[in-house]
């Protein structure tokens, strides 16, 4: 199992929570998206979720975007949307999130691979991509012996594998993941691993539990509504991001806030939290009401919840964007790459395509993915597509984004670096 390390980060979250100064809310910007996926109906049990990018080694636009479809598999998609793969899901599987993690070598084979959460089983399930295949890109290689990653053991929907990112740590040359526990506060660390055969495993190296109750300024302890049927769940995370020129992970923990730490799991500190942190509620038909006269000591520009993040990384250096998703508003949310400035609101609207509503997963990319997005893209989740009721991803140019709300445009530099 390698080394573990755990650390509580309760005792210390009185110190975790950084005070920002003031920030307006600002009006949110809206652009539209110019291509989408298949529409993936019906809404609840084939819903499309979260998408992550392979970038083509030297033609964009060969370039995919892979997606998870919760209980029917995996979807790969080129960038004018038009489907290239489904691999179909096992029995008792449930997909979630997905990263694209390059040039990982293990037993002496250097490949890319896509790594994502299994809800249904607690395991991972990981992928190598093959982009000269016009029609079956992806295929399997997870090691039947793959460890579960918490030790579920309960039905889909429980305590098992949720939100997850990944990287190549530059240091070590070796593919890390890092995953949250659905209904509970804990992240782990994951190492992937050679199997034999060309098949991959991973083993567990680290451990974090973030807070489940915090003190406010006034020293009363505020524990967030989460599921009121389930006492004993409480309120998780799930969308993170690396960013691999900081070694800093981010965490979304979905109605407390933004949580910034080491890809160690050491030092989280939470950076920016929502609206509803510290306000009083009230348990009404098993269901969380806030009293929204009461007093907040979150921010303004964070109403509803937070799901998806993506990393928008302008050029080599340190400048670029956070991006995440508030399923509740239909909202993205952006800051500043060190996640020290609120930046502004954006919402995908109505055009070619229908407006993108109760978004879960995203991600953003600032290379050339093909003609229609020479500057990079940001592609979204639509948990409410129209005509057809289900849900699909749309895909949005960047130059639109960063044109509608100020931002830089950046192609230089590679996530394959």
Known sequence: ????????????????????????????STVAATAETIDRKPAGTN???????????????????IGTVKEAGVDVYRTDGSLVQTVPIPSGSRYNNIEVLYG?????????????????????????????????????VTASSAPLVFGGTKKINSKTTYGLAGWRN???????????????????????????????????????????HFTLPNGSTWKPCFNPKHPDWVAHAEGMVV???TGTLWADQEI??????????????????????????????DKCKIDAASTSYGESYLPGDLEGIGLYRAGTTSNGYLIIS??????????????????????????AFDAVNATDGLDVINVN?????????????DGKDAPEGGTNFKFTPWQSVAGSMGLVIDTAGSPRN
Do not use: C
């Open 1 to 28: 199992m390698g080394k573990q390390i755990h650390r509580m980060a309760i005792a210390a979250a009185g110190a975790a929570l950084v005070a920002l100064g003031p920030a307006a809310y600002a009006a949110t």
């Open 47 to 65: 819903d499309a979720d979260d998408p992550s990018f392979w970038v083509h080694p030297s033609d964009p636009s060969k370039s995919l975007v």
């Open 104 to 140: 990982i070598n293990l037993g002496g084979t250097t490949r890319d691979l896509a790594v994502l959460s299994d809800r249904g089983t607690d395991k991972l399930h990981i992928f190598a991509i093959n982009g000269a295949s016009a029609t079956a890109p992806l295929s399997e």
């Open 170 to 212: 530059r240091a070590t040359g070796k593919g890390e993941v890092f995953v949250t526990q659905e209904n509970t506060t804990n992240l782990a660390k994951l190492v992937l691993t050679d199997a034999g055969g060309g098949k991959v495993s991973y083993q567990r190296v680290a451990s974090l539990s973030l807070p489940d």
């Open 243 to 245: 960013d691999p020129d």
């Open 256 to 285: 407390v806030g933004l949580w910034k730490m080491s890809t160690d799991l050491t030092d989280p500190v939470l950076v920016h939290k929502l609206t509803r942190f510290g306000q009083k509620y009230s348990v009404v038909s």
């Open 326 to 351: 508030n399923q509740q508003k239909s909202i993205f949310t952006v800051f500043s790459r060190n996640g020290s400035s609120y930046l502004g609101t954006l919402a995908i609207g109505g055009g």
């Open 369 to 381: 993915m093909g003609p229609k997005y020479p500057q990079g893209m940001l592609v979204t989740q």
